[in-house]
């Protein structure tokens, strides 16, 4: 768990991560630019963004950079569950993630 951004993109870089679920109201960086940054990486996981107001412009943003979902805030925990379930089922289809092979 970050505190924010900057925090978020060292725990990125540093440990296997499966999938980032990101505010887009952290503090230092929201949660475009921490993907932003994150995609010039190798092994980038795919991400959630969680939002206050699901504008259309967030959401075309979200869409261009590949984002799996974007989930108002407050979160319900099922919905979030869900959204887990499926990019990881997408994002692991045909391999098992016995070593973490983001691609």
Known sequence: MARSGREALEIIENRPIHVAVLDQSMPQLGGLQVVKLMRAMTGA???????????????????AMHIFSVLSKPVDFNLLLDALARVMKRHYEGRWPGELNHG
């Not at 996981?45 to 869409?63: G, V």
Request: net charge negative; charged share 5%.
């Open 45 to 63: 996981p795919p991400a959630i963004l969680l939002a206050n107001q699901l504008t259309t412009n967030l959401l075309h943003e979200a869409l």
